[in-house]
């Protein structure tokens, strides 16, 4: 599926979950997205995580709803799921599609402009630099004995200077390669959104209408 | 489409470096997040642990519209964040992006109100106001805190509310000293 179709379709179902009241559609969705990551060859290391994962959550809200609310056994239920719901269709569009994908799918198949997608694109290949930064940026706080913690302005200071001499750096490397602000732009790979991506996005949709609403599932 | 006009490839990359800066510091604490949850559930206050921290998340917001200073900042600062947080491998998913989104224009909305004209100490508080307000809304919908008792729903609101006042108000702030200390935000 086209990743900025998949990831739309995660958006809503995740939006419309969270107003719903059906932990069996919620069960359903979860195992949907386990059959979809299984059909498309997901390491199982990591579909593995994704239930261990919301568990932490799951449980801390099950013991507040329990002790602090009157709440029936079937809410605390749809809240329980609705966090399973919510990490398992999202993994459905971040573990079977890369960022860059996704960007460059935005970029000719939803009309993100095209300074915004290679802005983008250029920063998140700087993701290991940047997780390489903050472990510099503490280690030479520590030299000097001040330890950085999340909440000291100079960590975020020094992370700020940073972003702005390697966004200098970036954006003229990108200008003097030819790209140029706001010009329309010719692509050597073209992203397609074939037909049917949009059935299947509208039956899916559709499913769980009919799921949530015309089904007397609990 | 007319926003977009305001943004230079520079303020995108540098806007997208900061973001991501901040949600791998988001991610660098979601080991403290899960600890303060374990710590609390026993009594039952498991969720607090995110109002706790929710000054954290929240972060990004404010400091790219103040910084920036062009409609739609704060959104699109921690929309970005939460990308990065969710394809790093944050542990919820699709929901951090909806989280990400309902929070940027939390913290938009401050700014919003001030008509993009007033960057002080007013302006910033408004921000994390409005956050506060939209984003515990938000949980009243999808966490159902709706469900809490009074009493509790006001304690988990205020927790909240100081929480985003440090974090995203007065710590920002001091960020946004030493940034005109060092006069390194000229006008470009």
């Not at chain 1, 507040?64 to 605390?76: A, E, G, N, P």
């Not at chain 2, 926003?3 to 901040?22: C, G, Q, V």
């Given at each position: 599926m086209?990743p900025?179709?998949k990831m739309?379709l995660a958006?809503?179902i995740a939006?419309?979950v969270?107003?719903?009241?059906?932990w069996s559609v919620n069960l359903i969705l979860v195992l949907g997205s386990l059959i979809w990551l299984i059909a498309v060859k997901v390491a199982p290391r990591k579909i593995g995580l994704l239930f261990l994962v919301p568990i932490l959550p799951a449980i801390a809200i099950t013991i507040?709803?329990?002790?602090?609310?009157?709440?029936?056994?079937?809410?605390?239920l749809?809240l329980v799921t609705r966090i399973f719901a919510y990490v398992f269709v999202g993994s459905v569009a971040t573990l079977t599609t890369t960022l860059?994908e996704l960007?460059?799918?935005?970029?000719?198949?939803?009309?993100?402009?095209?300074?915004?997608?290679?802005?983008?694109?250029?920063?998140?290949?700087?993701i290991?630099?940047?997780i390489?930064?903050?472990?510099?940026?503490?280690?030479?706080?520590?030299?000097?004995?001040?330890?950085?913690?999340?909440?000291?302005?100079?960590?975020?200071?020094?992370?700020?200077?940073?972003?702005?001499?390697?966004?200098?750096?970036?954006?003229?490397?990108?200008?003097?390669?030819?790209?140029?602000?706001?010009?329309?732009?010719?692509?050597?790979?073209?992203?397609?959104?074939?037909?049917?991506?949009?059935?299947?996005?509208?039956?899916?949709?559709?499913?769980?209408?009919?799921?949530?609403?015309?089904?007397?599932?609990? | 489409?007319?926003?977009?006009?305001?943004?230079?490839?520079?303020?995108?990359?540098?806007?997208?470096?900061?973001?991501?800066?901040?949600g791998?510091?988001y991610w660098v604490i979601i080991p403290l997040y899960n600890g303060?949850t374990i710590?609390?559930t026993?009594?039952?206050?498991g969720?607090?642990a995110?109002?706790?921290?929710?000054?954290?998340?929240?972060?990004?917001?404010?400091?790219?519209?103040?910084?920036?200073?062009?409609?739609?900042?704060?959104?699109?600062?921690?929309?970005?964040?939460s990308v990065v947080e969710m394809f790093l491998g944050g542990q919820w998913g699709a929901s951090t992006l909806?989280s990400?989104?309902?929070?940027?224009?939390?913290?938009?909305?401050?700014?919003?109100?001030?008509?993009?004209?007033?960057?002080?100490?007013?302006?910033?508080?408004?921000?994390?106001?409005?956050?506060?307000?939209?984003?515990?809304?938000?949980?009243?919908?999808?966490?159902?805190?709706?469900?809490?008792?009074?009493?509790?729903?006001?304690?988990?609101?205020?927790?909240?509310?100081?929480?985003?006042?440090?974090?995203?108000?007065?710590?920002?702030?001091?960020?946004?000293?030493?940034?005109?200390?060092?006069?390194?935000?000229?006008?470009?």
């Open positions: 086209n900025s179709i739309l958006l809503l939006v419309e969270s107003f719903t009241q059906s507040s709803m329990y002790l602090w609310t009157d709440q029936s056994v079937h809410f605390i749809v860059q960007i460059l799918s935005l970029e000719q198949n939803a009309k993100l402009p095209s300074k915004f997608a290679y802005g983008f694109l250029g920063a998140f290949n700087l290991p630099k940047i390489n930064e903050v472990a510099i940026i503490r280690s030479a706080g520590r030299m000097r004995n001040q330890t950085m913690h999340f909440w000291s302005p100079s960590l975020y200071f020094k992370a700020i200077l940073a972003s702005l001499n390697w966004s200098e750096n970036l954006a003229e490397a990108m200008t003097s390669h030819g790209f140029v602000e706001d010009v329309r732009r010719t692509h050597y790979r073209i992203i397609h959104v074939p037909h049917h991506n949009y059935y299947e996005f509208g039956a899916i949709l559709v499913v769980l209408q009919l799921l949530l609403f015309a089904t007397p599932l609990p | 489409m007319n926003i977009f006009k305001a943004w230079h490839l520079r303020d995108i990359i540098t806007l997208a470096l900061i973001s991501i800066f901040f791998v510091i303060l710590a609390l026993p009594i039952g206050l969720p607090a995110n109002d706790i921290l929710m000054g954290v998340w929240v972060m990004a917001g404010p400091l790219a519209g103040y910084m920036f200073r062009i409609a739609g900042s704060a959104t699109l600062g921690e929309l970005l964040g909806i990400g989104i309902v929070q940027g224009i939390g913290s938009e909305l401050g700014f919003t109100l001030t008509g993009y004209k007033l960057y002080n100490w007013f302006s910033l508080s408004l921000s994390v106001f409005t956050t506060t307000v939209v984003t515990f809304g938000w949980d009243m919908i999808r966490n159902g805190y709706n469900k809490y008792h009074i009493g509790l729903l006001l304690t988990l609101f205020l927790i909240r509310l100081v929480s985003t006042f440090f974090f995203s108000g007065v710590l920002v702030k001091l960020i946004m000293n030493l940034l005109e200390k060092s006069h390194i935000l000229a006008p470009r």
